[in-house]
């Protein structure tokens, strides 16, 4: 049995929350759990103000002719929504909180390789945000979160070089952070902590820390040239000096495809610890589920092309990219099956952890199986471009990653704070917004393929039913995200105070207090089972 | 005609066998969405926890299972796969015969020009049962011309064309819409496709024709331009005759061959020094920016209509 | 800040890590790591630099034409004789022969700045020539638009990545700068041992890397249609 010295329960312990105090104690600090919540409070910041751009477009699309403001306006709504969602919410959310807090404790560290890069990695976060806040502010931009040229390059009079100069900046942030992974888990392992005996959640972090890696100095390149282009009308993109603005997309959907991978691994391993947890069962086909998450990685990489079937770009490729696009499903598919396999004959229970883990496993199943209807090319020629692909991407990226995000939270919320939340509450929350997401997304595949097309800031009456339905439905999902924002931070000073392994589960950072002090563990671990040991505790005398 | 409430009009050849693919995903996304939901639901009720001590005996895998639940995804995403390709494939290629019509999008509007000359803006009259194709350009940014009830969409590019193809099989009015985001009314950048009776269609082409069709005013923009002083018919001139060329492969000085088409016609008016035909010298001016599309387009009608005659081959005489 | 080391730690040894062997494994490894994500950066442009070279091979053959082939190639040796430097500081800093690693990499040093030199030569020419795309683009009539018979607005495009990529490099020579100076700082104060010399060697890897890309930039840019 593990040797990690258990320490005694007494009000006045060290923890890495009280170990230091004033603000330069957080600003500059080199502990990867208080860099993990400078991360959680800027990212909830960014979620608020995507957010509130979403709830202004639903209520704007209530009306036929818009019911709120001018066409110009909702352009930069949605072009806001989807920059600040994806660059500066979804990409960090698990990576840059759950993955910095978790990943030292779970390999057995004392924190990441690189803490100094860690802290910057944050502060380079924080001055992309800056610079797209300042564009949101000065006038906003219009041009899609995608910034396809020559609208983004030639046509837009909005603020595209700074927010492209943001975003820039920001990915810096995720790759470094995603090397700061690799090594941590390639070279920082607990004696006895071989690949195979990893959490699911590390081979999920180290699969998305190679995209990361890989994928986003493509994004910053490309947007580095859109930029170029823009401020100086070089020609690269712009058709009547030779450029090509396809060559834009392919560039920009290099990254941004696998992109979409690097937001729901992460999920997917939050998924994996929880449903072992709460099933007290190692997960089934662990050796599967990992390799399957390597796989996502590397085929993701493949298939950009799928997002210009209809670009004219020749048949031969679309065939190309349909086949790997159908084949990068498969990894997925078989997570899913060994989820839920892994409930068969398990002992289950359902505080809100798992309630959003099971919601993931059901939303995510949906989002990925309507991908197939995109993979197919005589589909997508008819999907593209329509609010089918906007249900599609947010069944996966709300449904999937919030959904994952939200249950890691929940799970390790009394390991980083050192309190309990209620639980009646969370899976009230839980249960609104599974009840609000699918409301405000289901009519909208059902628009796609009637044919109402995306970014529309006005649209033909007979699609207004829909839309009112799915804007009833962002309400009820609002009022589901304000919950937990209410009773997480309640329980941070009224919470019942958590003791080291609240949920029983398995796993190295349950071996430490909550919240764990400074240096993660008295002494280094030394790890001599396998992972998701449930059945073993069967034998142990002493308990947590 | 709606055959179900939630689906657009099935007014093209092509869209009843799009759907038809599309009720088949639907139906698969439905039963693996049940098959999850139903068992997942089913074991969170069997095994629910009974007792706090309870500890589940640990089931490591099974192959056989892996095997099989990768095996059948992947048989049904090869259906999918061959199934959407094949489909594709044969909506790819215009059939032979098809109505020509210029489309060009710029910021916020469509322009539509007939063969006979009849332009149109937001609005294309089309008749039943000929196939139509579409020969598409865009005067700014990258648009997409959409028609939900046919089933097709294709990007509509600045500086290159793009082309699609549909046979209207039912009479009525549907909706256009630009389905790429192009700026601050792309909403508004919608129209309509207007299916006729074929006398219907030419009662209305017959009503409002400026007397000219697009081969003819490309053919006096050819004259005005000068290309008649170099591109004379006998192969004589310091320019290819254009007789029968379109279509047909054409042997560069780089020893590559490529066809004539469209986009071959547009570019060596436009950039003439890109693809010189072998034999000839690189002496004709561009034209970029002394020609509008719809010049531009007027031109490409008349060179494809230049008949079968064969150019004599000139002698090589390089510089 | 995490405290309370109950055991002493060798010089230079981070407190997350467990003896200076790890430390210096994650270090190489971090570095590692770093360069292929500088590949992925770099690669990006070499990618579109390839379609445009493919498209239009006679604007990139007359466009190259105009380059100073003495310079760049100057520049090329320049760039490998530093490379050497740096790995003789290198060297010497794992044998922990202080005065030499300062050297050494003040001649790293030097080799850059000459480099640095040369460049700014070169970019001057073309303002004199006006052909810096989106900047001075006025062709007509200087020695491009007689070596590029295949238009000149894809001679721009030409130019364009030429900037681009050089100017790309020559800001990764000057942070590699930046880092050179860092290290003449701690190298001279002492700060490295035969035990540890990590940063030397993780510098000593970038540069390298910066110098590789210019081995590939010189052909692309410089040698189009070859003509030595």
Redesign the interface.
Known sequence: MSTATLEPRVHAQRTYLN??YGWK?WLF???HKRIALLYLVSITFFFVIGGSFAVLMRIHLTEPQGALVQ??TY?KLFTLHGIVMIFFFLIPSIPAVLGNFLV?LMVG???????RLNLLSWYIFIVGGAFTLYSAIAGGV?V?WTF?P??SS???QTHVTAVAVGVFITGFSS?LTG??F???I???RAPGLTWFRLPLFLWAMYATSIIM??????L???LF?LA?EH??????FS?????????FQH?FW?YSHPAVYIMILPAMGVVSEVIACF????I?????VAFSSVAIAVLGFLVWGHHMF???QS?YA??IF??LS??V??PS??K???W??T????????EAPMLYA?GF??LF??GG??G??L????????L???YFIVAHFHYIMVGGAVMGYLGGIHFWWPKISGRKYPNAWAALAAAIVFVGFNLTFFPQF?LG???M????????AEFQVLNVMSSAGATILGVGYLIPLVYLIWSMRYGPVAESNPWGATGLEWKTPSPPP??NFAE?PVVNEEAYA??A??QEATGD | MHNLPFQPDQASSIAKSVDNLYFFLTAITLFFTALIFLTIFYFMIKYRRRSPDERPRPIEGSVPLEVLWTAIPTLLVAVMFVWGSTLYFQNSEAPKGSLEIFVTGKQWMWKAEHPEGQREINELHVPLGRPVRLTMTSEDVIHDFFVPAFRVKKDVLPGRYTSLWFEPTQVGTFHLFCAQYCGAFHAGMIGSIVVQEPDAYESWLAGGTPGESIEQAGEKVFQASGCSSCHLSDGTGLGPSLLGVFGHPVHLTTGETVTADDGYIRESILQPKAKIVAGYSPIMPTFQGQLTEEQLNNLVAYIRSLGAAQPKAKEAAKP | MTEAEAHAQPAGLAHQFGDLEQQQSAATLGIWVFLVTEIMFFGGLFASYAIYRWLYFAAFEGGSHVLDIRLGATNTMVLLASSLTMALSVRSAQTGNRKATVIFLIATMILGGIFLGIKGVEYNQKFVEHIVPGLDWSPEGTVLSRLAPGGLEHAQIYFFFYFAMTGLHALHMIIGMGLLLWLVVRAHKGAFTASYFAPVEVVGLYWHFVDIVWIFLFPLLYLIGGRY
């Open positions: 170990a230091d104690s600090t080199l502990d066409p110009e352009n030292p560290a004392r924190d990441l390789a690189f803490p219009d899609g396809y020559p609208y030639i046509y837009s790759i090397l700061n690799i090594v941590t390639h070279k920082m890696t890989l994928g986003t100095p493509v910053a390149i490309t040239l170029l401020l100086f009308h070089v020609g690269i058709p009547e000096l030779g450029g090509d603005p396809l060559l560039l290099f099933a007290r069962k190692r089934f086909g662990y050796k599967i209809v670009t004219g048949v679309g065939l349909s086949l159908f084949l499903a498969i598919a078989i899913v099956f060994n839920t396999s409930l068969y004959k398990g002992s289950i229970s359902y099971l496993i059901g199943t949906m199986l309507t197939l209807f993979a197919s090319l005589a589909t997508d020629v008819h593209n471009g329509t059902i393929y009637l044919g097309p995306r970014r529309y800031a006005f649209y033909p400074p240096e280094i449930y059945s505790q069967a």
